[in-house]
């Protein structure tokens, strides 16, 4: 059972330009969320999150929109840099529980320059 | 303050070995979690552990594998008589107690088995 999943598997933009990366959920218990970028042979590195009781945080060009009703999530990266190329994890979690993370399958961004 | 360290970073083992990996969380973090990455899959929770404590271990196969945290050293996770569908990528992850949110990755331990 995926609770977490991010149905596009790569993503390709043009530098400058806005990459948008989706997530959904199917788990109304979970109440934090995070976004991760991971380069090949490296570890996850986090990159943002936000709270349940939010809509919205925003972090330089990065920003995490929250739409509890639809349960889902994205990630807006603006202006995209080709440093940005990695695969990008969504993840979810729960305050009540252990704080694991439930992660998706990832979405790999290519930014071209 | 140096990250969270695995090693080894790389892991061949024939069947039925056994493979040790160590993590050392972050100074002052007393929380561990153990993740599994399989090829083209996410992460996928295996283990969270506190100090000589096993918290959930509701991610973990039932059989082969264990993990532990002592009061010194690193936290090890054990495969016992390892088989070729172990070979994966294994992150650990450390939390300081004041924000269980915040999860640290270390770079991971990548385990073939032939």
């Known amino acids: 059972d995926q609770q977490v999943k991010q149905n596009s598997p790569s993503l390709s933009v043009q530098e400058g330009r806005i990459s948008i990366l989706n997530c959904d959920y199917t788990?109304?218990?979970?109440?934090?969320f995070l976004w991760y970028k991971k380069y090949p042979a490296e570890g996850p590195t986090f990159l943002i999150s936000?709270?349940?009781?939010?809509d919205k945080n925003e972090d330089g060009r990065f920003t995490v929109f929250l739409n509890k009703s639809a349960k889902h999530l994205s990630l807006h990266i603006v202006p995209s840099q080709p440093g940005d190329s990695a695969v990008y994890f969504c993840?979810?979690?729960?305050?009540?529980?252990?704080?694991?993370?439930?992660f998706g399958t990832g979405t790999r961004l290519k930014v071209l320059a | 303050n140096a990250g969270v360290m695995q090693n080894p970073r790389h892991l061949v083992r024939r069947r039925g070995q056994e493979a040790r990996l160590r993590c050392s969380p972050m100074?002052?973090?007393?929380?561990v979690y153990w993740y599994r990455q399989l090829p083209e899959e996410g992460l996928k929770f295996m283990v969270y552990l506190q100090k000589e404590n096993i918290i959930d271990e509701s991610g973990m196969p039932k059989e082969r594998f264990s993990a532990e945290f002592p009061k010194e050293g690193p936290s090890i996770l054990r495969i016992q008589q390892v088989v070729r569908g172990d070979s994966a990528a294994y992150f650990c992850?450390?939390?300081?107690?004041?924000?269980?949110?915040?999860?640290?990755f270390g770079p991971g331990t990548r385990l073939t088995v032939t």
């Open positions: 100074k002052g973090h007393s929380h």
């Open positions: 992850a450390s939390s300081p107690p004041t924000s269980r949110y915040e999860q640290y």
């Open positions: 936000i709270s349940s009781i939010k």
């Open positions: 788990n109304s218990m979970f109440d934090y």
């Open positions: 993840a979810a979690s729960v305050a009540s529980g252990t704080y694991k993370y439930i």
